[in-house]
């Protein structure tokens, strides 16, 4: 959470201790929630703004030696973990805040030109606009957010953003829905058939089972028994009960 930085002067005479504020001073993170972007592409627009620039082998964007220099921040590197890992970070002062306010729609417009620039973005965007127009219906945004991952999976989600002209966090909230969904359908897939009763009256083999549920029925949801009225699930899918006599029809 953001933190009042104070700063501490000895009074020689009296010697008492002055404590004087220096404003609320924000994590990277922190700002960027303010401004209601993704912490990676405010990162990024902070890098167009030169206050942040890539170091290290792990490619960490850390505030600059100058910015620190100019008073707009500080580099902090805190104590080694239990599991002795480092985990350094950048606080920004209020004079660079007011700087990243005064920069910050200039900034973010550029960024998002040199986004459209690139020729992998501009053919997504002209293969969606031209899959939507010969579409009956208007797609709507979680749509579009879906076509463009299963077609442009090399896309960020900045980048479905800005295509879209949706919100990041929308269009996150969406990739992970299709995400969850796509491996539920995986699960259900890989899933084992049920075993019929011995007592159901039926000798299918699981081949057989399948060829029925594909020249006769596109959906063969459950097997029933007249007699003993034995029903179960075929792939755990709801649907209507077929009798014997429309399956030998089918």
């Known amino acids: 959470m953001p933190q009042e930085y104070t700063a501490e002067t000895l009074d020689r005479r009296s010697g008492d201790l002055t404590t004087t504020s220096l404003g609320v001073w924000k994590t990277v993170s922190e700002l960027a929630t303010d401004y209601q972007c993704g912490p990676r592409e405010f990162r990024v627009i902070l890098k167009a703004m030169n206050l942040l620039a890539s170091e290290g082998r792990h490619g960490w964007q850390r505030l600059t030696h100058e910015a620190v220099a100019m008073g707009y921040g500080k580099r902090l590197t805190p104590k080694r973990t239990k599991n002795g890992k480092l985990y350094p970070f950048d606080v920004i002062s209020p004079l660079g805040q ?56 090399s896309l960020t989600l900045s980048e479905v953003s800005l295509i879209t002209s949706s ?70 899918i709801e649907g209507d009960v077929w009798t014997q006599e429309t399956l030998k029809a089918a």
Not at 122 to 142: I, Y
Request: glycine share 4%; with cysteine; aromatic share 8%.
């Open 98 to 153: 007011a700087l990243i306010a005064s920069l910050w729609d200039e900034a973010r417009a550029e960024v998002e030109a040199a986004k459209r620039s690139k020729p992998s973005v501009r053919a997504a965007e002209a293969r969606l606009w031209s899959f939507a127009e010969g579409r009956r219906r208007t797609m709507t945004v979680q749509e579009q957010v879906c076509w463009l991952l299963d077609h442009h999976p």
């Open 167 to 236: 919100d990041l966090k929308l269009v996150s909230k969406y990739a992970k829905l299709r995400r969850e969904q796509r491996e539920y359908l995986t699960r259900q897939k890989t899933k084992e058939l049920p075993r019929i009763p011995d007592d159901a009256g039926w000798s299918l083999t699981e081949k057989e089972m399948r060829e029925a549920a594909h020249v006769g029925l596109s959906i063969l949801p459950r097997f029933f028994n007249q007699s003993k009225a034995v029903a179960f699930d075929l792939y755990g």
